[in-house]
């Protein structure tokens, strides 16, 4: 198959991924990395460092929010959480994948009834 096919933009998805992740609840951004690569849209290789200035990004818009967390051992870890902000973000982008995937689907099908 051609190179040309398909594209690879993993980081349009990587708010999207981030936001689901944290929705089910607070987390540490290595977590959070192999979390989001669950989902099927990053690389495994994906830079922990894209990640974090995403995170860095999304909490100073106020679509999440971090602190430092101390508890335990080895050194303070900075744990996020979805915002209110962040939920609604994360609903308009399931919105617009579901637009997305009906008009693939749609794409699809014309091309398989010819």
Do not use: C
Request: hydrophobic share 30%.
């Amino acid at each position: 198959m051609s190179k040309k096919v398909g594209g690879e933009k993993p980081q349009r998805y990587v708010q999207p991924s981030l936001l689901m992740a944290l929705k089910s609840g607070s987390s540490y951004g290595y977590q959070l990395i192999q979390t989001i690569g669950e989902y099927g849209f990053m690389r495994e290789d994906v830079p922990p460092g894209m990640i974090y200035r995403h995170l860095r990004q999304m909490d100073e818009e106020g679509v999440v929010e971090s602190k430092w967390d101390s508890q335990g051992d080895g050194p303070a870890k900075r744990i996020y959480s979805i915002t209110a902000e962040g939920l609604e973000i994360l609903e308009a982008w399931i919105l617009h994948m579901e637009r997305q995937r009906n008009a693939l689907d749609s794409f699809i099908q014309r091309y398989k009834g010819q």
